[in-house]
């Protein structure tokens, strides 16, 4: 399994921006979907932005819609989400996470995920 290690993460003022990213070991994994989803306290995994291993099938959670970018590096096995005019409700624990060769936005099809990248947005 690729192993996954997020960073990026702290605290920003409402409006700011931040860059996530994911880096992945273990194998290169650009033929892998991947996949960013948070966690707030409290509330259920929920699903941000995914990419395919190749391709522009890219899928956001309508709450980033225009404000999140999902983007990959294959050749840095790394994995980012650009995130901009963040909002106090975008606070949460970040989660980066892949599969190979399959797309999906359900979280219980991933078997690959990072430790997570805790997310502040103070209004």
């Known amino acids: 399994q690729v192993q996954l290690v997020e960073s990026g993460g702290g605290l920003v003022q409402a409006g700011g921006s931040l860059r996530l990213s994911c880096a992945a070991s273990?194998?290169?994994?650009?033929?892998?979907?991947v996949a960013w989803f948070r966690q707030a306290p409290g509330k259920e995994r929920e699903f941000v932005a995914a990419m395919p291993w190749s391709g522009s099938g890219f899928a956001y959670a309508d709450s980033v819609k225009g404000r999140f970018t999902i983007s990959r590096d294959n050749a840095k096995n790394t994995v980012y989400l650009q995130m901009s005019s963040l909002k106090p409700e975008d606070t949460a624990v970040y989660y980066c996470a892949a599969r190979f060769r399959y797309f999906t936005l359900n979280p219980a099809d991933f078997a690959s995920w990072g430790q997570g990248t805790q997310v502040t947005v103070s209004s």
């Open positions: 273990g194998r290169t994994f650009s033929g892998d979907a």
